[in-house]
């Protein structure tokens, strides 16, 4: 996980020469002027280090990937990386739950928001335990 520090941690490096020398050509600091890529900027930034902070953090006390050693062959990297889920339709419930209750929110259609939490929490309930039944339980 050292290569993903270095690079969260050069990003936020140039992000943070980066947000000052925005805000400064943007003449954010006058009154009446448009604070938010200033703000996206910052936050961005903040993201970026607290992501460098916990990849370096785990890098370290971690052992050594294959990719990270100078040392390792192709076969040292061999065998089960993981688990792998197969395709699933509770994202797209999910996904269309989350839409209705934006558009519900947006129009102010209280019925049609209680009626897409509800739908969102089916979803939601059946992406959760779906490797407890059928097919794929384990």
Same mark, same amino acid.
């Given at each position: ?13 140039? %992000?943070?020469?980066?947000? #000052?020398?925005? +805000? ?8 009446? =002027?448009?604070? @938010? ?43 089960? %990386?993981?688990?792998?889920? #197969?395709?699933? +339709? ?8 989350? =839409?209705?209750? @934006? ?36």
């Amino acid at each position: 996980m050292k290569i993903e520090s270095w690079i969260f941690g050069v990003t936020t490096v140039f %992000l943070v020469l980066v947000s #000052p020398a925005y +805000w400064f050509i943007t003449d954010a600091g006058e009154s009446g =002027a448009d604070w @938010t890529g200033t703000s996206a900027l910052v936050m961005t930034t903040l993201l970026t280090a607290m992501l460098w902070l916990y990849l370096g953090f785990h890098a370290r006390r971690m052992d050594a990937r294959p990719e990270d050693r100078e040392d390792a062959e192709v076969a040292d990297g061999a065998g089960e %990386l993981g688990f792998f889920p #197969p395709y699933s +339709w509770w994202p797209l419930w999910c996904a269309a739950a989350l =839409a209705v209750v @934006t558009f519900g929110i947006a129009v102010q259609a209280w019925w049609l928001f209680i009626i897409a939490i509800v739908l969102g929490a089916v979803a939601l309930s059946g992406w959760i335990f779906e490797y407890y039944r059928g097919e794929y339980a384990h």
